[in-house]
């Protein structure tokens, strides 16, 4: 079996280290490819390619890095179906969702990388004492992308535009769980040598890439528990990071909303992915006086989720990415089950090979159990029962997380209520809206670091002021 390879400068090379992982698929619980376990040695090596490429692609004219990161993302898009399907293989994740999502990403590429020809690099200041102050943005130099497993391709494509697109290189370091997807993505990179590196590899890669003294900033995406250790290297070195953790978003549904098409909706945020997305709904707060029609719906359409090899039509949710993930999501049931709660949907694993796991609904919940306190990254909607909808935003806005939270209301004073709810983002009657221009920063555990629109390019440069006087004269 081949073992994958990294690129540095533009050439496909063995890692220097000499672990290897197996990257198997979930469905199957087949090995399918080797990867490299990931050294300081590769990463020393990418760096310095980085290092090399980027003064002559921060001097291309703006409009030219742009046009070269389209003429990539067009490239990417010939090739949608294959990475969807190479995500499918190493992940779990049907292919039809896989599409749509990498789809996305690269009109998300396209339209981030755009934003540079408008964006300010140079501003003119005039100043009351008479001089002119120009606000020049410098890239930083060469940058990293650190990505989990979940969204292989889109979320490399999502931190790429900007950071490329304002004259940074970039070493990225995929998930080691889901390199294949990454590998081929990058086969298809048309960007001069040195722009773009990748190397493979676990934290044995990560963590010497985040504390590179020339790593000016890292784009990490991934949980809490590595998230701190990236923030404690680039602190030491006073570095950039930003920071897209991990999530338990809330959902409030009030009263007065339809309980089934509401469930539906819910359904799909906790589900889809089999709640590997970090924005998958956790926790779920109904209001009392529709609760028990919305429970029958939720339990419903929970067994509408089918599961199997994404790769066949009609799957609904494929396999969890390993049994290490599968295990956490027993180990929340089992605690939520110990301390009285009901399961009323699933919980039950199919007998075979693959990590399934299925869509679970579970009444009876309180805020004690691991369920509503720890991030489970699986298929399952705990209900909790509310008196009102106050209720459900005091206890939405409880968590030490704050990546996202979704509300379902007719009523004008409770979305107006639900936009205090400490999250990067609130949704309001949808889940998952809005584009690439959307601003907002994670809260509590879930990151640091603006994402979206300008912010991104604020990220991704250097500020500095050239202040112009008249000379002295006699
Ligand atoms: P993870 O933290 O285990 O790994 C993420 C990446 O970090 C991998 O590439 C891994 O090899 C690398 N890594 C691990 N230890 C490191 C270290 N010490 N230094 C540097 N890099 C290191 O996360 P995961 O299990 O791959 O992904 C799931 C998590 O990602 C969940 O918590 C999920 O919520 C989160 N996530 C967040 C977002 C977001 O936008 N906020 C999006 C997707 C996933």
């Not at 997807?181 to 985040?210: C, H, K, M, Q, W």
């Not at 409030?252 to 909706?265: L, R, Y």
């Not at 459900?392 to 704050?402: D, I, K, Q, V």
């Amino acid at each position: 079996m081949k073992t994958l390879q990294n690129l540095i400068g533009g050439v496909w090379d063995d890692s220097l280290g000499d672990a290897l992982l197996d990257v198997v698929n979930p469905a199957t619980e087949d090995v399918i490819a080797r990867a490299p376990g990931g050294s300081k040695a590769d990463v020393d090596r990418a760096v310095a390619a980085a290092v090399r490429a980027q003064p002559a692609w921060a001097a291309l004219p703006v409009a030219q890095r742009v046009a070269r990161i389209s003429a990539w993302a067009d490239v990417i898009a010939e090739h949608a179906d294959e990475l969807a399907a190479l995500e499918c293989r190493e992940m779990g994740k049907p292919i039809g969702i896989g599409r749509a999502f990498i789809d996305g990403a690269v009109a998300g590429l396209k339209a981030s990388a755009a934003q540079a020809l408008s964006y300010g690099f140079e501003e003119d200041l005039a100043q009351h004492d008479g001089g002119a102050t120009t606000i020049l943005r410098h890239p930083l130099g060469a940058t990293a992308v650190i990505t989990p497993w979940n969204f292989p391709v889109p979320l490399v494509l999502g931190a790429l535009g900007p950071l490329l697109a304002a004259g940074n290189t970039v070493v990225v370091k995929p998930s080691e769980r889901s390199p294949l997807s990454t590998v081929r993505l990058f086969e298809l990179l048309n960007l001069p040598p040195g722009v773009v590196n990748l190397i493979l590899g676990d934290a044995r890669a990560g963590a010497p890439l985040a504390e590179h003294e020339q790593i000016q900033l890292v784009h990490f995406t991934g949980s809490v528990d590595a998230g701190r250790k990236v923030a404690a290297a680039t602190g030491r070195l006073l570095h950039r990071a930003v920071l897209e953790l991990g999530g338990k978003d809330p959902v409030v549904v009030d009263a007065g909303v339809d309980p089934k098409a509401t469930a539906a909706a819910v359904a799909f945020g906790a589900f889809i992915n089999t709640g590997q997305i970090c924005t998958s709904m956790e926790r779920v707060y109904v209001h009392q006086d529709i609760a028990g029609e919305f429970v029958e719906a939720l339990v419903e359409a929970a067994g509408t989720f089918t599961m199997g090899d994404g790769r066949d039509e009609g799957v609904m949710m494929g396999p969890l990415v390993d049994e290490g993930q599968r295990e956490i999501v027993r180990r929340h049931v089992a605690d939520a089950v110990e301390r009285g709660a009901t399961i009323r949907a699933g919980g039950v694993e199919p007998d075979g090979k693959g990590f399934f796991y299925p869509a679970t609904v579970l009444t009876g919940v309180d805020e004690s159990m691991l369920v509503m306190t720890e991030e489970t990254f699986g298929p399952l909607a705990p209900v909790v029962v509310v008196s009102s909808f106050e209720e459900g935003l005091e206890r939405a806005s409880g968590s030490r997380f704050g990546l996202a939270a979704t509300v379902y209301t007719d009523d004008p004073a409770h979305v107006a209520a639900a936009a205090q709810i400490p999250a990067g983002v609130v949704w309001v009657n949808q889940w998952q809206g809005g584009g690439p221009e959307r601003l907002y920063e994670p809260a509590g555990d879930s990151g640091m670091g603006a994402t979206g629109a300008a912010a991104a390019y604020d990220a991704a440069t250097r500020p500095a002021s050239l202040h112009i006087a008249a000379r002295p004269a006699s």
